[in-house]
Every structure is written in C-alpha cells, then in structure tokens.
C-alpha cells in the first residue's frame, strides 16, 4: 500500500485536470463574462463556485456508490452525463433568446427599459443556473479513484478527493481567464447588440459539440 497513494494523488491531478479541458467547463464562463462584462475575479469566482459543484455533487455520488454499490454510481451518473450537453444547449438557447430579446427591446425604444433591466437582469439568475448546471453534471471519473483509496483510510481519502478538486478547479479557471481576455479583445457596436444572443448561441454549440463527442 505504501507506493499506491502516491501513485493515486498523480492519478487524481492528471485526472482532475485534463477532464477539465472539455470545452463545456470553460467555453461558457468566457463567453458569459465577455457578454455580461464580468471583471477577471468575478469570473473566477464564477468559475470556481461552479467547479466546486462540479466535484463535490460528483463525491458525494461517489461515497454513495461505496456504500450501496458502485454499479448504482455508474448507472446515474453516465445517465447524468449523457444528458449534460443537452442541459447545456437548454441554457445557452434560453439565454440567447433573452439577449435577442434585450436587444429587439433597445432598437424599438432606444434604450433599455428600466422594468426590463431589473426584473429580467439575468446577472444573478445565470450564475445560479451555471451552478445548478454544473452540479447536475457529475464527473464518473472520479469514481475509480474513491474506491482504490478507500481502503487507505478516511484521511487519505480526503487528501486525495481535495487534490482533484484543486486540480479541477484550477484548470477550470486557468482557461477561463485567458479565454476571457482573449474575448475582451473582440470589440464593435455588435458586441453591445447581440453579446448575450453570441454568448447564448456559442454555449448551445458547446453543449452540442459536448454531446455528439460524448466528452
């Protein structure tokens, strides 16, 4: 046993990390965060709160699945995992549809309106939905490395889910904030115009790219 730990926190930051590459764990907090003009640390705490959701829905999962069977696990959470582009397409259209409909609103009347702004704002409501988006959307691969260091002990155990948490997140707002950058660049009256139908479009195409690459 004394070699295995080590070799399962190697195994946890690379798994951690290189499933976080998948263009739905970055692509729509750029994309957000250029559309709705978050600041870096908002968007990395955006990042980072969805991330933590992310993880630890997908280890709680997994400490169920020790204690009633990993099949149980496996079953669920593929169910869950097939289904999360399409949950992803879901957001990006409905948030789309809202931008092409803010923007129908300041070309008829010139500006937007002040009811339209405060009640339909969906600044707070989006990150909710990102949150819950991301929780519903288990990682398996973590399922593996829970029941190899189970027998370890509770304390290693824990070290090692931490260690894919931070690897998790960290990728995730690795990319994010570059992407962001990278998007702030891109600059025009459009941007203004059609920034939230863009960014609602771009994460559709995400959730389906997702989807049909079973990523």
């Known amino acids: 046993m004394s070699g295995l730990f080590p070799t399962l ?4 930051m ?4 290189l499933h976080s590459l998948a263009p739905d764990h970055w692509v729509p907090f750029a994309a957000l965060a ?9 968007t990395a705490r955006v990042t980072f709160l969805c991330g933590f959701g992310h993880v630890t829905v997908s280890v709680l999962l997994g400490l169920l699945g020790l204690l009633f069977g990993r ?3 496996y079953s669920f959470g593929h169910h869950m995992e097939s289904i999360a582009g399409a949950l992803l397409v879901v957001f990006g259209l409905v948030y789309g ?9 300041r070309h008829i009347h ?14 707070a409501m989006t990150v909710r939905g990102l ?3 991301f929780c519903a959307d288990p990682c398996v691969a ?13 304390l290693q155990t824990t070290v090692l889910v931490g260690l894919y948490e931070l690897a998790t997140i960290v990728t995730m707002v690795g990319l994010v904030l570059p992407a962001r950058a990278g998007a702030h660049l891109v600059r025009g009256a459009w941007v203004v115009r059609y920034g939230d139908a863009t960014a609602g479009g771009l994460i559709a195409l995400t959730g389906v790219v997702v989807g049909v690459l079973g990523w």
Do not use: C, N
């Open 97 to 105: 549809i809202w931008g092409l409909r803010g923007t129908a609103g």
């Open 9 to 12: 926190v190697a195994a946890a």
């Open 34 to 42: 250029r559309a709705q003009g978050w600041p870096a640390g908002r």
């Open 142 to 154: 973590v399922v593996p490395l829970l029941f190899a260091a189970a027998p370890l002990g509770a």
């Open 131 to 133: 949150f819950l988006l």
């Open 110 to 123: 010139g500006h937007a309106h002040a009811h339209y702004d405060h009640v339909h704002d969906p600044g």
């Open 14 to 17: 690379t798994v951690g990390s």
């Open 71 to 73: 099949e149980m696990f």
